[in-house]
């Protein structure tokens, strides 16, 4: 069975925390995200400890047979909700399917939001295509793409053919939410 993890990164040990961070800083990451400047580990444990009593962001390493490969986060919740994702180059095209669609139903029926927001560099196409097949909409295209998603509309992309084809795939996958309590 393959070993897949969402891990709060409140809880991630301090190798992971080490991996999380090379890979963040990496020149493919980097290019793509809102923010490109590189983070040193203390700027991150010290952001982490900020994170412990903040309850309107969570964010959680992705984490395949031991090996950091990714993030997803959600912020803002009660607010206008957004999320975000990235993966390592090496990451496997199903794991980069599963994670969001796993998130997805985690940002819908658990938080029980109805509304969820994306902002992606133009130069994303990737995300923009891929946030797209999960239902999202443009609502703003500027150098900062910004892309909607309600919940009906994220079902319904989910029972169609593209998405149902990854759902029938992650039972090949051991997949682990861990959730810091602390919140």
Known sequence: ???????DYLLLTNDENKE???????????QVSLTQNI????????????????????????????????GVNVFDIDLQVKWGVFF???????????????FMDYIFNTLRCEKLYAEIK??????????KNLGFEVV????????????SRYLKAKDGMILKRIVRKMSLYNLKMEIANEK
Not at 88 to 100: A, C, F, G, Q, Y
Request: charged share 25%; hydrophobic share 40%.
């Open 20 to 30: 999380l961070i090379k890979l963040r800083n990496s020149d493919e990451i980097r």
């Open 88 to 102: 390592s180059n090496k990451t496997p095209l199903m794991i980069k399917s599963i994670i969001p669609i796993c």
């Open 39 to 70: 983070i040193t580990l203390d700027e991150h444990l010290l952001w982490l400890n900020k994170l412990k009593n903040d309850k309107t962001k969570q964010y959680f390493a992705v984490i395949y047979n031991d090996n950091v490969l990714g």
């Open 122 to 131: 133009k130069l994303n196409i990737n995300a923009i295509s891929y946030n």
């Open 140 to 151: 703003q295209d500027k150098n900062i793409v910004t892309m909607e998603l309600n919940k």
């Open 1 to 7: 069975m393959n070993n897949l993890k969402l891990k």
